[in-house]
Structure formats: C-alpha cells, structure tokens
C-alpha cells in the first residue's frame, strides 16, 4: 500500500480532514499585506537566523545525527535558566537544530536555526568565536561555516512568486517522525507534512499566519506524493528510541497559482523550522529541491 494514501485517521468519516487547529481564518491574498515593523523590513533585526557549524573529534568528522540532542542539552545549559526553562516547555519552540555529515565536505555540520530575534540575541554573544563544544567525554572541533536570516515571512511569500515549480523533492537527512492520533507516523502523509509546515510558520511569524481553513484544505486537495525512498530509522531521546524514517520524498502540488505560490513558500521555509516532531531535539532537518519537469510532462 502508498504510505502516502493509507488509512488517515486525521479524515472524518465523510472523507475530509478534520478541521485544521488554528487561529482565527485569515484569507490567503491577505497575506501579503500584513503590517511588518519597519526595522523588519530594513533587515535591522532578521527574525530568523541559521548558523551553520562544521563539527568533529579529534578522530573522526563522522557524528551520529543523534548526538543533535547532546548538543541541545550543551545549549540549554549555556542559556538563563527562564529561557532553557521555556524552551523545555511543551508546544512550538522558536528553535530548531540537526546534525548531518556531509560527505562531500568530509565533516559534521551542525544547523542551528533560531527563529525568533529575542533567542538570537541570547545565542549569538555564546557561540561567537567558539572553537570548541564540550560535551561529556567528547570535545568537539567547531568552526563557522555560514549563516543566513530570513527577515520575515513576506519575503519567503514574494520569492514563492518567482518559483513556478510544482514537483519539489523533500530529503530528509535526520530522522523525521509525525503523531498522529496518539501513535507516531513514520510516513510523510500530505496531511502530515502540510500541517507540520504551517505549524512551524505559524510560530516563526506570528504576524504573518497561514490560518484560513478552506485555503489549507485546497492546497491539500492538490498534494500527492509521487515518487519516495525511504528506510526507517530510530532516534534515541533519554531511554526512549523514536521510530522516524530518513531519504526523500517528492511531492507535486497541482494548484492554482496563488496557491502554489502559498505552497513554495512553506517549502522554502522547512529547512529553517524543519518537518515533523522533536525539531528542536534534532529530528526533523530537511533539504527542498525544486525539480524541472521533462517538458513533454508538463
């Protein structure tokens, strides 16, 4: 059977989803024209920022992705006590991190995303020049590849209007994993996907929400997974092993153009909040290819 069509029991017995749960509906071509501070749009304070880190030990640069909540837990104890005490608060965090090797470059990297500017003001000042990470037992080699911000969720929507692509390839490089009904889901399902993406904007922009019901349910009417390779993996938390799945997926919108564009805006955001649970424990780092389609397919 498709995973991506098996039994959902997030659908009513009439065959629509339940009702998505969010704020108040907001209409879809509103979204543009929310009222962004004007040191926003200046780029005087970017809402969200990715650091990049390149890691290793003195023996290898290979680090098991795993290690991501080692590094968490590293952060937390680096942070005030009311922001590591926030952040272990249950819900949506305005943080979020993996770890990768990267065969290419021959080292850990190390993504930290922190997504909004109060959090980055705390961060930044202790990562700064940091040339080392000491974990329990095993220092690690840290050195600044880059970083990029992002100023607010209108420039993420107005450069979706410049992507016309409607098949993106997902690669998940940590274990991603969904709950679903109580038990985990280690399937990305459109509905899954969809509502994790919205949910992780929807925390990062508070000023500009995607939370009109009919819109969602229409981006979803015209999402398909066509094409996945994926192998299940475990993530261990604590004495906890999650069960997630790591590869890629490619999805297809078939969708009018606003709300492709809608569409590839939430994409172009995944590899900042990433897709699924426990993002900000490790799990959950995404890439997104744009895919150009053969022409005698379009």
């Known amino acids: 059977m ?8 997030a659908r009513t017995s009439s065959g629509r989803h339940q009702p998505w749960r969010f704020a108040a509906p907001r209409a879809v071509h509103h979204l543009c024209r929310q009222a962004i501070p004007g040191r926003v749009l200046r780029g005087e304070h970017p809402m969200i920022e990715q650091l990049q880190f390149s890691l290793r030990t003195a023996e290898t640069p290979r680090l098991p992705s795993a290690w991501a909540y080692r590094i968490y837990g590293w952060l937390m104890s680096q942070l005030p006590a009311d922001t590591a005490a926030r952040l272990h608060e249950q819900g949506e965090h305005p943080l979020s991190q993996s770890l990768c090797f990267d065969a290419a470059a021959q ?15 705390q961060v930044r000042p202790l990562l700064a020049g940091c040339t080392t990470l000491k974990l329990h037992g095993a220092p690690l080699q840290m050195e600044l590849l880059g970083s990029r911000s992002v100023e607010n969720g209108l420039q993420l929507l107005l450069a979706a209007r410049e992507d016309s692509a409607s098949r993106t390839r997902l690669w998940f490089r940590t274990p991603c994993a969904f709950k679903q009904a109580g038990r985990y889901a280690i399937y990305p399902q459109e509905f899954l996907l969809l509502q994790s993406l919205v949910l992780h904007w929807n925390t990062a922009f508070p000023d500009c929400q995607l939370s009109d019901p009919d819109a969602l349910d229409a981006i979803l009417c015209g999402l398909r997974i ?3 390779s994926l192998h299940t993996v475990s993530y261990p938390i604590k004495n906890t092993c999650i069960p997630g799945f790591v590869g890629s997926a490619v999805v297809e919108a078939r969708l009018a153009l606003p709300l492709l564009e809608l569409w590839n805006a939430l994409l172009s955001f995944a590899p900042y909040g990433g897709i699924g649970i426990k993002t900000t424990l490790g799990m959950g780092g995404v890439s997104v290819e744009p895919l150009v389609l053969p022409q005698k397919l379009r």
């Open 2 to 9: 498709d995973p991506a069509h098996s039994s959902d029991p």
């Open 107 to 121: 080292t850990s990297v190390w993504t930290l995303n922190l997504l909004d500017e109060a959090l980055a003001a």
């Open 226 to 228: 066509r094409d996945y």
